[in-house]
């Protein structure tokens, strides 16, 4: 078939390879935490090299352009699956152990119908065997990884290479009932399809890869914005949009909405006496005995410093003021323990505050939430105040922390 040249398509495979390769490994320093991408890189080059030697056939020694090319083709392809199981966080060993099995047993393979047997049709039905192989593995270990930020960008990879392998297959069957060639380079329509198998591979594997990679670093970026990196919480950013949500769910449906504000005490003196890298220790101690405390659908966040902010959706008063009771003994109870064995003491205090239909924003919300806490602090600090109508009339000055 005319546009299916088997030297030209040769040619398009080592151009693809040269650059999918240094694309590949250009990746894989900029993003060093992704694996496999070095891998992905080197086995494209390979296929490339590979073709390179096949394209000169008539220029080279048999050795060169016949056994060291195809090995080089299979080990690229057995490298580019290897990349594909890092890339995944997939087992390795045992496919680098039966891929280095394989590469001997065909290297002799090779050799054999190279020199002693000479036969184009025998080794074309070697390669095709472990390349149909390698190919139904790696589509099977493709499609039925369950990792979500990837998946749907691996699935069209998993039937490249099932499709591939069927291609490989078919050329086995063909290549058994044609006549025996003369060069590999002069075969018909299922040789050349099998070398666009080959590029349809090697084009989805980068592709999609890449892709799923680039898909993971805009959820990881994501999720930075949102999350506070040292307690593990929501950032005040994400809790305002909470909570401005929530608040008019709240209304819209006439139900109760809580909040609950929290301020470590004397967190200033933490940091004063034992150092910045311990107050760290504390607050990270903090969120989590708090976060192993709440229901599942309670919105936790560190609003700043010291200070921390709990969205209760459905909530009304009676249990938002258990819930802050059960969390300020929590906080009490027991000690904080420091890296070097000393025990530390921490307590907090809480404000607490509830709507149900008031015709008020998240902004006022938490400024009445915020009058609670300040009421907890003048009154002792370790303690739990509902904020009500009355604390309107209380002087407001600033927090002491």
């Known amino acids: 078939m005319e546009g299916l040249d ?95 099995v394989l590469l001997g047993v065909m290297s002799v393979a090779f050799v054999y119908f190279t020199y002693f047997q000479n036969s184009v049709n025998a080794r074309i039905i070697i390669i095709s065997v472990v390349i149909a192989c390698f190919s139904f593995f790696a589509g099977y270990k493709v499609l039925v990884n369950r990792e979500r930020a990837i998946l749907t960008f691996t699935r069209f990879l998993g039937f490249s290479f099932i499709y591939c392998a069927v291609i490989f297959l078919l050329r086995i069957y063909f290549t058994f009932n044609e006549a025996e060639l003369n060069d590999v380079m002069s075969g018909g329509t299922i040789h050349a399809i099998s070398l666009i198998a080959l590029q349809l591979v090697t084009i989805s594997s980068c592709f999609s890869l890449t892709i799923s990679a680039s898909q993971q ?20 950013r994400a809790f305002d949009e909470f909570a401005n949500k929530s608040v008019l769910r709240a209304q819209r449906e006439q139900t109760p909405i809580s909040m609950i504000l929290m301020d470590i005490d004397f967190f200033k003196q933490v940091n004063d006496q034992y150092g910045h890298q311990v107050g760290d220790k504390v607050l990270q101690e903090f969120s989590l005995r ?112």
């Open 290 to 401: 708090l976060k192993n405390s709440l229901r599942q659908y309670d919105i936790l966040s560190r609003y700043g410093g010291e200070e921390f902010t709990l969205l209760l959706p459905d909530t009304d008063t009676s249990t938002a003021m258990i819930i802050a009771e059960k969390l300020r003994n929590t906080i009490a109870q027991p000690v904080f323990c420091l890296e070097d064995g000393a025990e530390l003491a921490v307590t907090a205090s809480f404000g607490v505050a509830t709507i149900q239909g008031e015709d008020i924003d998240w902004q006022q919300f938490i400024s009445l939430v915020d009058q609670a806490l300040y009421y907890a602090k003048e009154n002792g600090r370790n303690c739990v105040k509902l904020y009500d109508a009355d604390l309107h009339h209380l002087p407001k000055t600033n927090n002491i922390h």
């Open 217 to 236: 670093l805009a959820n990881k970026l994501a999720i930075q914005a949102t999350i506070d990196s040292l307690t593990d919480v929501y950032n005040r």
């Open 6 to 100: 088997m030297k030209t398509l040769a040619l398009m495979s080592l151009l693809l390879g040269l650059f999918l390769g240094v694309g590949s490994l250009v990746f894989a320093r900029i993003h060093s935490s992704f694996q496999g991408f070095r891998a992905l890189g080197y086995s494209y080059l390979l296929f490339s090299f590979g073709f390179i030697l096949l394209a000169f056939r008539q220029y080279l020694f048999d050795f060169l352009s016949i056994v060291v090319a195809n090995l080089t083709i299979v080990a690229g392809f057995s490298l580019l699956i290897l990349g594909i199981l890092k890339f995944l966080k997939d087992e390795i060993q045992i496919f680098e152990k039966v891929s280095i």
